[in-house]
């Protein structure tokens, strides 16, 4: 791992190296997230798991980062709140589809947002996607389809819900990339909580849903604390690379939810397990070394560091 210091002693990652290995530490635990979120069962619906995420992550990053100074100071803040809002939709859009539809159908239509964040991408900065990184794409995409044995059919609803889901997730890490120049990943994921807190909270109210085990008493911080370790190391990993890139990375967390069937839920490893979990590790892994070809780490270092 190659790094750097200046005048101030601060260390600067390898952007080839820092983004996928916060990419990857994140998706390992969003695994650990939905595993959470599985387990809690259908007791609890959409907008009551939204709520505690969203209310307890505000809690926490108050409490860490909030003593010195108002936590809710940031540059750009519309955009701050837009990227707040798109990211709570995805949240709720992903958490109903699973819901309504088997969770592999749900998560292969949500993971088509790396395609929407290069779209996303082109629009908003003129960002044009070359053709090998399009074949890595194509790659990690094609290895979650054989993962999961993805068929059409199922709810409509539960289906439009993944895939607009899948929309507004390619649009909100697609926005972090002007967002990181001037914010960190505390200001940028605390502003997510506070609009996903004033999108679940007035359904919470409605009919609400406590926690009544011991076990669900667990699992209610076990999620605020995955989510907010998660989101922030992910935000820090869009520092280093394109929101379309990071999206892809973030993708190997269908590799890992697998994994965990496997061994902690008894799934069977089939052919389709190691086919399709090679086909995307082996396209992360390519994306990876074409990125360090073509953006120069120096430049991208000076443009990643932390405010």
């Given at each position: 791992m190659n790094t750097s210091t200046n005048g101030t002693g601060r260390v600067h990652m390898d952007a080839a190296v820092a983004g996928p290995l916060f990419m990857l530490a994140a998706a390992l635990l969003f695994t650990l997230l939905s595993l959470q979120i599985k387990l809690l069962g259908p007791t609890f619906s959409a907008w009551d798991i939204g709520f505690y995420r969203f209310a307890g992550g505000i809690l926490v990053l108050v409490t860490v980062f909030g003593r010195r100074r108002n936590p809710f100071r940031g540059h750009n803040t519309r955009l701050?709140?837009?990227?707040?809002?798109?990211?709570?939709?995805?949240?709720?859009?992903?958490?109903?589809?699973?819901?309504?539809?088997?969770?592999?159908?749900?998560?292969?239509?949500?993971?088509?947002f790396p395609a929407f964040s290069a779209v996303f991408s082109y629009f908003i900065y003129g960002e044009r996607v070359g053709k090998l990184e399009i074949v890595c794409i194509i790659g990690v995409l094609s290895g979650v389809g054989v993962l999961f044995d993805f068929q059409p059919g199922g709810e409509p609803v539960g289906q439009a819900m993944a895939l607009l889901g899948g929309a507004f997730a390619g649009l909100t890490v697609t926005l972090i990339r002007t967002l990181r120049e001037q914010n960190g990943p505390v200001i940028i994921y605390l502003y997510l909580c506070a609009m996903g807190f004033c999108v679940t909270a007035p359904m919470f109210a409605l009919q609400p849903t406590w926690p009544s085990t011991p076990m669900e008493w667990a699992m209610i911080p076990g999620i605020v604390f995955t989510s907010v370790t998660a989101q922030l190391l992910m935000n820090q990993g869009f520092f280093y690379c394109r929101g379309w890139e990071g999206g892809v990375f973030m993708s190997s967390e269908v590799v890992f939810t697998a994994i965990v069937g496997i061994a902690f839920l008894g799934d069977p490893a089939s052919w389709r397990f190691w086919t399709g979990g090679i086909a995307v590790l082996a396209s992360v892994v390519a994306l990876n070394r074409l990125k360090a070809f073509t953006v120069p780490a120096q430049t991208t270092m000076e443009k990643g560091q932390t405010p």
């Open positions: 701050l709140l837009i990227r707040g809002g798109t990211g709570s939709i995805a949240f709720i859009c992903m958490v109903t589809a699973i819901q309504r539809l088997p969770i592999s159908t749900a998560l292969v239509i949500f993971y088509s």
